[in-house]
Structure formats: C-alpha cells, structure tokens
Nanobody, 129 residues
Framework: QVHLVESGGGLVQAGASLRLSCAAS????????MGWFRQAPGNEREFVAA????????YYADAVKGRFTISRDDAKNTVDLQMNSLKPEDTAVYSC??????????????????????WGQGTQVTVSS
C-alpha cells in the first residue's frame, strides 16, 4: 500500500483556479497509475482524471475536460491536478488514488475506482457562485 496525502484544497469563487497535489510515499512511484476522484455530499464517488504509469497517457471525465489538467513528477513522487474555471458543481472532497502496475491493471480502465488499492484522505474543494 502507498501512503497518499493530498493538499491544496480550499474555498474559491466560481471562475477561480486551484492546484491540488498528492504526495506518495513510494520509491517506485513511476510504476503506479494515479487517479483523482471526487465525492460531493449525497453523491457517489466519481472519476475526475487519471495519469498512466510514467505519465504516458492522461484521461479526464467529460465534466472537467478542458478545465483540469493532471500531471505527475516521478522524481518528487507527486501527482497534481490543476483546476481552472472552477464551477460550483466542482464542489466535493477530492481524493487521489494509486494503482500498482501489473499485467492485470495494465489492461484496465483507469476510470474505474476498483483498480486503485491506495487512497488518500481527501481534500475539500468548495466553489461558491
């Protein structure tokens, strides 16, 4: 299991930007696909963005495409989520997650929360209108 700690959440107005960061305690960080998920009160957890092992590919939910950017720095064991043009509907607890490379995970969709075995505690993002 990888220990994940998110930071960077907060309260902002609609149209503002925030940058979330997730720090991982894993020296072989590059062997993990990383994802960001969010959960708003009363809603199920939903996929936001993911980046593949060593950053070869990125994936986004339709709701955030063009506004959010996921990136990783394997030297620093971090994955960031740059969120621009925030909307009130982006309000949620954002969590990062890690999925270790394996022959099985390599064939799975990074949009599926079930493939991730390590999760952070989450950071609150609140966007006011």
């Amino acid at each position: 299991q990888v220990h994940l700690v998110e930071s960077g959440g907060g309260l902002v107005q609609a149209g503002a930007s925030l940058r979330l960061s997730c720090a991982a305690s894993e020296r072989t960080f590059g062997n993990y696909a990383m994802g960001w998920f969010r959960q708003a009160p009363g809603n199920e957890r939903e996929f936001v963005a993911a980046i593949s092992f060593h950053g070869a590919n990125t994936y986004y939910a339709d709701a955030v495409k063009g506004r959010f950017t996921i990136s990783r720095d394997d030297a620093k064991n971090t994955v960031d989520l740059q969120m621009n043009s925030l909307k009130p509907e982006d309000t949620a607890v954002y969590s990062c997650a890690a999925a270790q490379f394996s022959p099985w995970t390599a064939t799975q969709s990074l949009r599926e929360s079930s493939i991730y075995t390590s999760w952070g505690q989450g950071t609150q993002v609140t966007v006011s209108s």
